[in-house]
C-alpha cells in the first residue's frame, strides 16, 4: 500500500485489530520516498490508520479469497408458513466481517442477488400480471426468507459485488419450484340503478374472483355479520352473478386455498345494503302507505326512471300496467288502513324458531283446497311431470343442470343446496315475504306440533295443531307423476326448498298418510303442492 502525502510531510502508519483503535501500533517497516511512504506487506483482516498532521485516515483490509463466492445447489425448506419460504445454499457466501476503530464489528454487504418470478395484482385491469423480482443479502451464511412466489418459478442466484466488479460474477439456477402459496383479487360489479353496492331489492350483482396460480379451491362467502360467522350462503366458482330478493346488510368475500387447505387467502369484503317493500301500497319504501306514495306513484306514471322493481311495486293492483287504478287502490288502503303485503293469512304455532306458516297452499284460496303441483324448482303447474319435461335436466336424470352436488353419477356440479328466489314458487306467486320451508322448517312442524288425521269440509288431512293452540290444515293432496294424479285423499307430499345433497335427483319433503307424518326425500320432477313461510322482515 502507498500513501501519497498532500502536506509534504511523512505519514505515520498504523495496524490495529478487533479490539479498535485503543490498540493500535506503529508500523515501523515503512519505505520512504520523499512524500511517499508504503507498506510492502500488507496483512488481511487487519485494520490500518495514517496520519498526516492533523489527518487520519482508516481503513480494514480483507483477503476475498478467504471469503471467495462458491455455489453448489440450493435446498427449499418445507414450506410450513404462507407467509415465509425459506431455504439454504450449498456453497460459500459467508459474511464478510471488518471492525471500526472502536472494535464495533461490521459486516460488508456482499449485494448478493436472488431473482424469481411472482404475480403481482393489477388493479386497473383486475388482473394478476408475472413480474421479475430481485432480492439481494449481505451473504448466505444461514437461511435466507422471503415471501413465497406467487407462481412456479425457478430462482436464480448471482453474485457478488465484488465479482461483479472484476468481471467474473458467477450465478446458480435452481430446479423449478413450484409454489403453495395462494392470493386472490376481485371486483364487483353493481347493479344498473345504484352506484353502491345494494339498493332496492331485487338488484343484481356480479362478483368475480381472481386467483393465483396454486388455488385449487375457491368461494365466495355470504354471511348476515362483519366476522363471517353467520354465513349463509357459499359459491364454489370464481363468478357469482346473484339476485338479491331480501331487504338486509350482507357480507362478501372471496376465499382461496391450496390443494391441502393449508394456505389460505381472502379479498376484500364487500357491504351490500338491500331495501325491499314490506307494505302493499308502500312505492317510495318509508314503511308507510300515505299521500307520497300517491305523489311517486304519479311520478312512474309521468316516466320517472325507476327499477324494474320499483314499477312492478308501482302495480299495486297486479293489473300488469301502472296507471290511475293503481292510485284509488292506493287511496282505498289509506281509508281502509290496510297496509298489507297480500291476502295470504299466516299462523303462529308457537314454534321454537318462530317460523310463521301459511293458511292455504300455493294456488289455493282456502285451507282444504289442493292448490297448484310444482316440479321442484319449477313455478308452473303442468300436465306432464317427469325428467324429459323437467326444467332442471336435459331430458334425463343424469341431466341435472342446475343445484346438484355431482352425486349419483351425476356430472354436473354447482353446490347450490337451496332454491334461489327466482326458482321458490311462494316467493314468484306470493311476493318477498314468502318462501318455500326448508327441511328444518318442515321437521320442526312434524316434531313440534300434534298431528290429528281428521275430515274438514269434506276433504281428508291433517290438523297441526301448534305448542300454542294455534293450528293449520293440510290437506292430504296426493302428487302428480307423469298424466297420473295419484293418492289425493289418501297421503299428501309437499316440497321444501332443500336439495338432498347426497343423491342431487331428491329433494327434502314433508309427507304422511293416515297413520304418521314424516320428513323424507321425493324425486325432483314430482309434481307436489307447496305450503309456504312467511319471511321475518328486517
Not at 172 to 191: D, I, K, M, R
Not at 235 to 264: H, I, P, W
Request: charged fraction near 20%.
Amino acid at each position: 500500500m502507498t500513501y501519497h502525502s498532500s502536506s509534504g510531510e511523512l505519514a505515520v502508519w498504523f495496524s490495529y485489530d478487533s479490539r479498535g483503535a485503543d490498540y493500535a501500533e506503529e508500523i515501523t517497516d515503512i519505505s520512504c520516498d520523499s512524500s511517499v511512504t508504503s507498506l510492502s506487506q500488507v496483512l488481511p483482516n487487519s485494520g490500518y490508520i495514517i496520519v498526516e498532521g492533523n489527518q487520519r485516515y482508516c481503513f480494514w483490509v480483507v483477503n476475498y479469497a478467504d471469503y471467495y463466492l462458491e455455489l453448489n445447489d440450493m435446498y427449499f425448506n418445507p414450506q410450513t408458513s404462507c407467509d415465509l419460504l425459506s431455504f439454504n445454499v450449498d456453497g460459500h457466501a459467508d459474511a464478510i466481517p471488518y471492525y471500526t476503530t472502536d472494535g464495533r464489528r461490521q459486516v460488508l454487504d456482499r449485494e448478493i442477488k436472488l431473482s424469481y418470478n411472482t404475480l403481482i395484482w393489477n388493479d386497473d385491469d383486475a388482473n394478476w400480471w408475472e413480474q421479475r423480482m430481485v432480492e439481494t443479502f449481505a451473504a448466505l451464511d444461514q437461511d435466507v426468507e422471503i415471501v413465497p412466489p406467487l407462481c412456479d418459478t425457478d430462482f436464480m442466484l448471482t453474485g457478488d459485488r465484488f465479482l461483479e466488479e472484476w468481471g467474473i460474477e458467477i450465478y446458480f439456477l435452481s430446479e423449478y419450484f413450484q409454489t403453495q402459496a395462494v392470493s386472490c383479487g376481485s371486483t364487483v360489479e353493481p347493479n344498473d340503478f345504484y352506484s353502491e353496492l345494494g339498493g332496492w331489492a331485487p338488484c343484481r350483482i356480479v362478483f368475480k374472483g381472481y386467483p393465483t396460480d396454486a388455488v385449487v379451491y375457491r368461494a365466495w362467502e355470504m354471511a348476515t355479520d362483519a366476522d363471517f360467522e353467520n354465513v349463509i350462503k357459499w359459491f364454489d366458482q370464481d363468478e357469482v352473478e346473484y339476485t338479491f330478493m331480501e331487504a338486509g346488510t350482507y357480507y362478501l368475500r372471496y376465499m382461496v386455498t391450496n390443494a391441502d387447505g393449508s394456505c389460505k387467502a381472502y379479498g376484500k369484503t364487500y357491504v351490500i345494503k338491500v331495501k325491499s317493500f314490506p307494505i302493499r301500497g308502500d312505492i317510495n319504501g318509508d314503511r308507510e302507505v300515505n299521500i307520497a306514495d300517491i305523489n311517486a306513484l304519479i311520478s312512474i306514471i309521468l316516466g320517472s326512471d325507476v327499477s324494474d322493481y320499483v314499477r312492478t311495486r308501482a302495480d299495486v293492483n297486479n293489473d300488469g300496467e301502472v296507471s290511475i287504478a293503481d292510485i284509488n287502490v292506493i287511496i282505498y288502503i289509506i281509508l281502509k288502513g290496510q297496509p298489507a303485503v297480500n291476502t295470504i293469512d299466516w299462523v303462529d304455532l308457537g314454534l321454537p324458531s318462530g317460523t310463521l306458516w301459511a293458511t292455504c297452499n300455493v294456488g289455493a284460496n282456502s285451507p282444504e283446497e289442493y292448490g297448484d303441483y310444482f316440479a321442484w324448482g319449477e313455478t308452473f303447474s303442468k300436465d306432464y311431470y317427469d325428467w324429459t319435461t323437467y326444467k332442471w335436466c336435459n331430458g334425463s336424470i343424469e341431466g341435472i343442470n342446475k343445484y346438484s352436488y355431482g352425486a349419483n353419477n351425476i356430472n354436473f356440479m354447482d353446490f347450490k343446496g337451496e332454491l334461489e328466489p327466482e326458482d321458490d314458487v311462494a316467493y314468484v306467486h306470493w311476493g318477498p315475504s314468502w318462501r318455500m320451508p326448508s327441511y328444518e322448517q318442515q321437521k320442526e312442524l312434524a316434531e313440534q306440533c300434534t298431528w290429528t288425521w281428521t275430515t274438514q269440509n269434506g276433504v281428508n288431512g291433517y290438523l297441526v295443531i301448534g305448542q300454542n293452540g294455534n293450528s293449520i290444515f293440510l290437506p292430504a293432496t296426493g302428487y302428480r307423476w307423469k298424466e297420473l294424479f295419484d293418492g289425493a285423499g289418501s297421503f299428501g307430499t309437499y316440497w321444501s326448498r332443500t336439495l338432498y345433497m347426497d343423491y342431487s335427483y331428491l329433494s327434502f319433503s314433508l309427507g304422511f298418510d293416515s297413520s304418521h307424518a314424516v320428513c323424507g326425500m321425493s324425486g325432483r320432477c314430482n309434481g307436489n303442492p307447496v305450503r309456504a313461510v312467511r319471511v321475518t322482515q328486517n
